[in-house]
């Protein structure tokens, strides 16, 4: 197997990418804004991506398209097709219902590129949100009053499988114990 340059394991089967300009980094944006909402800096994170693949290949300089990459990603701004808080809120209700603790939720809000000060203001801790949530999380997982086995014996490791999801150990405990509401 021959390898590349810098130590970049040939890829099998796959085309060599295209050069790099503006024109090509407006369009990748566009395509990409069609599939998926995303933050600011999760736009950035795609484009460079794209460059440093290209450059690589092509042997250019990542840092000639930085001017381009501010220039398509203000104008996404811009245009409202980029907004960070919108993204926050949907992704923040999206992963509550999925039953992720407020803890999870500011994590995978900041792994996305969202501001400290966003997502303090989007992730609100309050207890019956964060109740439901959890109850939610136990549901999916079958701990507590949804699973199918000894519930006494699997107390413990239920408790401690919600508060590794990020849930306090008051809210674990009143999941775990509880009589399963909506079972």
């Known amino acids: 197997m021959a390898w590349k340059r810098d130590g970049e394991p040939p890829q099998a089967g796959r085309p060599a990418p295209r050069r790099v300009d503006a024109a090509y980094l407006r369009r990748a944006a566009l395509y990409y804004l069609e599939r998926y909402s995303v933050p600011e800096a999760q736009l950035r994170r795609v484009l460079q991506r794209k460059i440093d693949r290209s450059c690589r290949h092509h042997d250019l ?100 499988t919600l508060a590794r999801a990020g849930f306090s150990l008051t809210i674990a405990r009143t999941v775990i114990d509880g009589a399963g509401e909506g079972a």
């Open 61 to 160: 300089d990542p840092r000639e398209f930085s001017a381009a990459v501010d220039e398509i990603v203000g104008a996404c701004v811009a245009s409202g097709l980029v907004d960070d808080r919108r993204f926050a809120e949907a992704r923040a209700q999206s992963l509550r219902r999925k039953g992720r603790s407020a803890r999870a939720v500011a994590a995978g809000l900041a792994a996305k590129g969202v501001g400290r000060e966003l997502v303090a203001e989007t992730v609100v801790v309050d207890e019956d949100v964060e109740l439901a949530a959890a109850q939610v999380a136990a549901r999916r997982k079958r701990l507590g009053p949804w699973s199918r086995g000894d519930r006494a014996a699997q107390r413990q490791n239920h408790i401690a």
